[in-house]
T-cell receptor
Framework: KNQVEQSPQSLIILEGKNCTLQ??????????LRWYKQDTGRGPVSLTI?????NTKSNGRYTATLDADTKQSSLHITASQLSDSASYIC??????????FGKGNQVVVIP | DGGITQSPKYLFRKEGQNVTLSCEQN?????MYWYRQDPGQGLRLIYY???????QKGDIAEGYSVSREKKESFPLTVTSAQKNPTAFYLC????????????FGPGTRLLVL
């Protein structure tokens, strides 16, 4: 069973609208959680990283939240742009030098 | 893509042929990693190396081999024993002992003819 579950699997949104992506994890112990953006055919690029004590972090129009008690994280995209079309990957670090990857949320922004 | 380069961008393999994917980094990172990405699946770890001349198998090492003769380089060979090699291969590097600092390369797409 995958230790990092992301939902929805795919999402289509209109340009200018907001959206929220979910990540639930069962990984334990927990060291930190990172959200990556991966454009088609490219390598993932880090958006945010949060440790146990942080519950929100922003990077421009991207805002990540973390609830370590319920083991849930979300990534909120504000005022979406066409360039936001990508896969967003939630990655949890249990602190043992091996990362646990979600399957990604595929976002398509249409004009 | 940081200071990590992968080549080639696309690679074609014939049946029974070994192919080698290149990964080079200039970030002065000790640790390097190879992942495989298939549609609809999360990244899976093939091999990783924490230091020069040392490497460890990941979750799906069968049919692959690596070497780590230089700090900057971590080539991956896809051997003929890998029966389903078509995938997107990602190389990453990080500070030793800090896997959360991983930077990814641009990837190589391997296709079987």
């Amino acid at each position: 069973k995958n230790q990092v579950e992301q939902s929805p699997q795919s999402l289509i949104i209109l340009e200018g609208k907001n959206c929220t992506l979910q990540c639930n994890y069962t990984v334990s112990p927990f060291s930190n959680l990172r959200w990556y953006k991966q454009d088609t055919g490219r390598g993932p690029v880090s958006l945010t990283i949060m440790t146990f004590s942080e519950n929100t972090k922003s990077n421009g129009r991207y805002t990540a939240t973390l609830d370590a008690d319920t083991k849930q994280s979300s990534l909120h995209i504000t005022a979406s742009q066409l360039s936001d079309s990508a896969s967003y990957i939630c990655v949890v670090n249990p602190g043992n030098n091996r990362l646990a990857f979600g399957k990604g949320n595929q976002v398509v922004v249409i004009p | 893509d940081g200071g990590i380069t992968q080549s080639p961008k696309y690679l074609f393999r014939k049946e029974g042929q070994n192919v080698t994917l290149s990964c080079e980094q200039n970030l002065n990172h000790d640790a390097m990693y190879w992942y495989r990405q298939d549609p609809g699946q999360g990244l899976r770890l093939i091999y990783y190396s924490q230091i020069v001349n040392d490497f460890q198998k990941g979750d799906i090492a069968e049919g692959y081999s690596v070497s780590r003769e230089k700090k900057e380089s971590f080539p991956l060979t896809v051997t003929s024993a890998q029966k389903n090699p078509t995938a997107f291969y990602l190389c990453a590097s990080s500070i030793q002992g800090a896997v959360e600092t991983q930077y990814f390369g641009p990837g190589t797409r391997l296709l079987v003819l």
